[in-house]
Structure formats: C-alpha cells, structure tokens
C-alpha cells in the first residue's frame, strides 16, 4: 500500500470518499487491522478498540523478559529510524482487565487504511503485563471511544482524522464477518478478512435494512440506552438500562441478576474449578432467541448460534454462554455487548466527536477468555492461634513479606523503609529497590479498633500465591501503632473485602487479580486446621474451593450490603433461649479472633455459659467445660453448631484459666462478628461473582 506524500492532497482526495480497513480475527474474540507509523513507515498490527480512546505500540525499548516479555514476540516502534518522530517523553501507565502496559508518549505520522494522520500522539510501550498481550496476534490497541476517556490526554486517533478533514463524515462503522462454527471455525471461503472498519461513513453491501438509530447517552465509551431485553416470556431491563458497545470485548457482560436468569433460562451451569459457564452442545439448537430491543421497537435478535461459543476442551467439544456477569459492581445496570453482538449486529457510529478534553479514569475492561488462568492454594500460617497470614512479595526482584488475611477490610499495607522505631521487627519495603516501583504519594490512615497505621500509596507489581498482580497500589506504612502489631508475626495486612471499604480508592489485591484474569472464578474460601500444632494452619484458596477440606454441601446467604462479607443470620439459639430472635446482620471477618455481638446479647450467653468473672476477659469454670451447651447459628435455615470446646479457650499460661471467645461488641451495634472460632469449624467460600457466602462443615 503507497502511503501519500503530500498531506493536502491527500485532503483533497481522501475526503471525498470513504475509507476501508480490513480486519482480521485473533482466535474470534478480538479483531485487528494494520497500521503504519513513521517515515519510512513500520507496519504494526493494533486491535481495533471502541472502549478505549488510546493508541500504543511496543517500543524498541521494550526488552525486559521480566516485564515486557509481549514485545519480545511482536512488532516494536524504532524512533531513531524515523524522519518525521518528535519526542514528548511524559511517563503513562494504562491498566485493562487483562494486563497493562507503561511507557512515555511520542508523536509521528500514522498511516490507516492508506490515510495519514499527522503530528498523532502515542504511547509507546517499553512494560507489558499479562498472558493475552504475550500470546495476542496484534502488537498493540487503537482506541476508538471519545477522547474523555483519555488517560493519557492525547487526542484520539479517529478525532485528529477530523480535525485534519481526512474523512467525508465524522462517522466510522464496524463490520465482523459471521463464521459458522463447529470443532473447529470454517470461514466464508471467498472472504480473505474477518471485517471490517469503514472510516467516513458505512458499507451498505454488508448489512440488511436500514439503521435504527439511538442517541449516546453518555459520551465516553459508546453507551446508549436500551429498552428491554426479551428471552421467551421473560422481560429484563424492563425499565430500559444502559449499554456499551465494545468492540475490545469478546462476551456479552450485564449485572449479575439479568445473566443469572438467563443462563438459568439456557440451562448453563457455572461449574467449580471451570471459568466457563457451559451448557449441552447437543441441546443448543433448541435453546431461545435473545431478543434487544432499541428504538422503541426494533428487535436485535441473537440466535442460540450466536451467544453459544464452540470450543475444543481435552479434544472434546465444549459449549459455554457468552453472558457473563459483571462482577465488580452489581449495582451498576450497564451492559457490555462485545463481538458476540457484533457477529449479528453491524456497528455504525455517527455522533459527532467532541475536540475537548477532559480527565477521565482508566477504563478497566472485563476479562473474556483469557487462557491459562486456574484455582491456586495458599498456605496460612498461625500467629498465636488468633489470626493468619500468608506469605507475599512486592517488586523487582521480590522483597518478602508477611501478611494477615483479613476477611474484615479492604486494603493492602506493609512496612516502609522509612518507618523506623515501631517497625524495627519487621520486613520493610524498600523502593528504591524495586525497578517496578511507580510513586503515588497520597496519603493514607487506616484506623483498626486497637492501633493505626498511616503512611503513602504506592504501586509495584505484587506477588500473591505465585502469580504476579500487576500495578497494585498498596500502603507503604511510616508509622504503626497498637500492641498487637508490635507483636504480631505479620507484617502488614492484606484485605479481602470489598472495594465499598477500601481506603483512598485502592483496588484490593483480589479484585486486580479478578480483572487480570489471574484467577478461574471471582471466588475465594478458607480453610483453618482446628490442630494450632500443625506447621501450614490452613489454606487460602483463590479462584474457587477445595472439596477436600469440607463435608456436604454448602449453605448459602447473599451479602446484604458490600463493604465487609456481610449477611443476614436468621438467629442464635443456646438451651432453651434465643438471641437475634428476628434475624440480625452478620459479618464474617477473618482479623478478628473472637466472636462478637451486641451487649444485650452476649450478657444472656455469657450468663448461660456460667461466667465467674467479666472484666478485661470473660473467665468460664475450666471444670464446667464439658457441661456447657451447644450455641446454634442458624444461617440460610441451617444450624452451624459451636460447642463448649470451640468456644472456650484454655489459657497455657495459666491451667485453671479458661475464657469465653464470647465478646461484647466495642461500640454499641446490632451486629455480630463471626471470628475464627467460627471458621476454625465451618469451611467458608466468599463468591464476589453472585455476591453470597458458603458455608460448610470443615474436615
């Protein structure tokens, strides 16, 4: 292809007509084109992305096999062998769900389908993170959203087509070619690409009809508002919701309700240990329409053949749904129609591009079908048979650390270099280091009931259970107080709540894991040996649960408010009495020892149970142990009983001490504090997916 040397006549000529970019497929779930960059021109294949607004490409810099092993297998950008290459220099990180990439923006001529853009602003890439960009058929992204969504603030690349009057029409349009689908993928033999990208205007040869039409209802990504969502008799999005076209994305996402009934509706089960949500291959041609409804009227109809997905498994045939949820945030209603959609439904986009930019935060994209992804273990270990910790590591090359798993927060904290006396007997993170450290600096301080701790943000890439979490920002403590952390063999604490929690906008380590595509499923469980003599005190287990550490089934309750692991117990019962009569909220919090409740009712258990003496600590007769009674939990209709020798400790210290784990509550507040005393019997699984707990007896 001849690039044009004279940019106004190119004007002249490129403007009166329309332009057109073969695409081509990478495994059916991303779709590429070709692109030049510089003079003399390097080619460079780029993902064709309508929920980003950026461009980059690899770097010739980028040759770290630690960091950067992606452009080791791809196409990179030479600066050096570029006439018409300016420098810019500023430093820019970008993070998607399935990785991220980091390097320093540059300006150069770049050639699209025969077109060029003058003085175009891109990233180039010297750090790629992630398995997908590794194994990816494209060397980079082109961004087609609007230029709010920039991270970077360069301008668009399809915006500065405008500016420059490149295009007949502020207007582009997207056209995926519908392979048929068996074992293996059959194109249409008489087609030489897999799509198309239509700069100026559409294609009428590949589409039916005429358009229907809707207006962007917010400018950023390409969002609109859809009417409903029909499947049989069955209404969803009944009062209209919004909704994404996203060309970046393979599957279709919603809130975890809507695709929960329509799988269920499909007959899809989302198995343990799988990513996949399957259904029977040999059932799918009796499977539903899926019918969008936009405009007020107009049915865009799926087939079972389009949102059921062929893949081989094993050497077998496996068949899974394309719906999947959105399990960050169920309360937001937005959905995401990826290629999936656009196999059925031809895209064109005609709102006119605004030239203003404004600050926006990193789009963080779902993570589609990313491979090599599984369920790992982590050991715990016991600090004096109160909390457990697990091992980790922050930066290049890794520095150590101890932390606490904590079930009850949401943040990521280790020691400083810089703090001095109250960190002495612990590991410190040393920035400087680390060649993967990027400052932050913000300030942060987290209160616990009986210490704080304070310091700054900063982000590195952390290790957790053997996998590399890219760009995590965690809390580089200066300062700790509180007892326990003086003592304590852990040093720092790693949280597992919800993002609802976490301090200062942090995204915990588990989430990041979760958009990454490190983990199988949005699940975690733990695991505690009753044994405290045992060298591994249990396990955690990230991306599902292991059978072998629990009896039966488990129970499950929703979580009634994101923050902590927070549910509804239908009641505690003990003898003849009853507490929390009328139901009360619960939380299940791995940081805590105890078991925790209201005064009014601990008074009457700690009565029932014999209690000789209540100041600091509520001392039981250690001769009386065997004759106290069971305390039922009744969760989700079902009793989880806690007898006399799980919920009385006996001090070593002292032989004839022995002390109820049954504690008042610090403030005064409804809700209880479900411990490790209750872990240590029941088996718990914390599914960030459907946003419920399980319970089960521990082995």
């Keep these: ?44 294949n780029v993902l064709i992305d ?64 025969g077109i060029d853009i003058q003085n175009q602003t ?28 920039s991270a970077t603030g360069m301008i668009p690349l399809f915006s500065n087509m405008i500016n420059q009057q490149l295009v007949k029409n502020p207007i582009f349009s997207f056209y995926i070619e519908q392979h048929v689908y068996f074992c293996i993928h059959y194109a249409n033999p008489n087609v030489q690409w897999d799509g198309e990208l239509i700069l100026g205007g559409s294609d009428n040869r590949l589409y ?26 069955k209404v969803l999005c009944e009062n209209s919701c919004q ?13 975890p309700t809507d695709v929960t009934i329509i799988n269920r509706l499909i007959g899809a089960d989302h198995y343990n240990f799988t990513r996949g949500i399957f259904v029977n291959c040999n059932k799918i041609y009796n499977l539903p329409n899926i019918d969008f409804i936009v405009g007020g009227f107009r049915k865009l109809r799926l087939f079972s053949e389009d949102y059921i997905i062929k893949e081989i498994y094993n050497d077998e045939m496996v068949c899974m749904s394309a719906f999947v949820s959105d399990y960050q945030n169920e309360s937001n209603p937005t959905w995401t129609l990826g290629d999936v959609f656009l196999r059925r439904i031809p895209l064109y986009k005609t709102h006119s591009i605004q030239k203003s930019l404004r600050g926006s935060d990193i789009h963080r994209r779902q993570v589609t079908l990313t491979p090599n992804i599984g369920i790992v273990r982590q050991s715990l270990f016991n600090d004096y048979n109160s909390v ?18 904590d079930t009850g927060s949401s943040d990521l904290w280790v020691p400083s270099k810089k703090c001095r006396l109250s960190c002495l007997s612990h590991n410190r993170y040393d920035n400087k280091k680390s060649s993967t450290y990027i400052p932050n600096n913000i300030p942060f301080n987290i209160p616990y009931i009986r210490g704080n701790v304070y310091g700054y943000l900063s982000t590195d890439v952390v290790n957790f259970a053997g996998l590399d979490v890219q760009y995590q920002t965690f809390g580089e403590a200066i300062s700790k107080f509180g007892f326990n952390f003086a003592r304590s063999k852990f040093d720092g604490i790693l949280g597992m709540g919800y993002l609802e929690i976490s301090s200062e906008g942090m995204t915990p380590v588990f989430i990041n894991m979760i958009e990454q595509g490190l983990v199988e499923l949005p699940i975690f469980s733990i695991y505690i040996n009753r044994n405290p003599l045992y060298a591994v005190s249990g ?31 239908d009641k505690v019962q003990i003898g003849g009495s009853t507490v929390c009569a009328n139901g009360c909220q619960a939380v299940i919090d791995t940081g805590t020892s105890d078991l925790i409740g209201p005064s009014w009712d601990i008074a009457i258990i700690n009565k029932l149970i014999g209690i000789i003496a209540s100041n600091d600590e509520t001392i039981v007769d250690c001769d009386q142990i065997s004759n106290l009674p069971n305390v039922d939990f009744v969760i989700g209709g079902k009793i989880f009983s806690l007898t006399s020798k799980d919920y009385i400790f006996k001090n070593k210290q002292s032989e004839m001490e022995c002390i109820s784990f049954f504690q008042n509550n610090y403030v005064e507040n409804p809700i209880w504090i479900l411990g490790n005393v209750f872990l240590r019997r029941y088996y718990t699984e914390f599914d960030m997916g459907h946003h419920r707990m399980g319970f089960a007896p521990a082995k």
């Design 1 to 44: 292809r001849q690039r044009a040397i004279d940019i106004n006549f190119d004007r002249l000529t490129r403007a009166t007509h329309i332009a057109r970019q073969p695409l081509f497929s990478d495994g059916d779930i991303a779709y590429y084109g070709n692109i030049t960059i510089g003079t003399p021109p390097q080619v460079f």
């Design 50 to 113: 309508t929920g980003s607004p950026d461009l980059w490409v690899p770097s010739i810099i980028c040759t770290s096999k630690l960091t950067s092993r992606a452009c080791l297998t791809h196409n990179t950008y030479d600066s050096r062998k570029s006439s018409t290459y300016r420098p810019d220099g500023k430093y820019i990180g970008i993070r998607y769900g399935n990785g991220a990439v980091g390097g320093h923006l540059s300006t150069d001529v770049v050639n699209i389908a």
């Design 122 to 149: 891109f990233l180039e890439v010297k750090e790629q993170y992630g398995k997908s960009f590794e194994y990816a058929k494209y060397d980079g992204i082109l961004g087609l959203s609007y230029p709010t969504l």
């Design 208 to 233: 039916l009809g005429d358009f229907t039409y809707v207006d962007v209802s917010k400018k950023g990504y390409w969002q609109f508002t859809l009417d409903k969502i029909k499947m049989k008799d």
């Design 243 to 255: 909704a994404i076209v996203d060309t970046g994305t393979s599957l279709i996402i919603g809130p």
């Design 388 to 405: 457990y910790y697990v091992i980790i590591s922050i930066g290049t090359p890794p520095q150590k650390f101890k932390v606490q798993i």
């Design 539 to 569: 396990e955690l287990i990230l991306g599902g649960s292991n059978s072998a550490r629990y009896e039966g089934e488990f129970t499950y309750v929703n979580v009634t408010r994101k923050g902590y692991w927070q549910f509804t117990m």
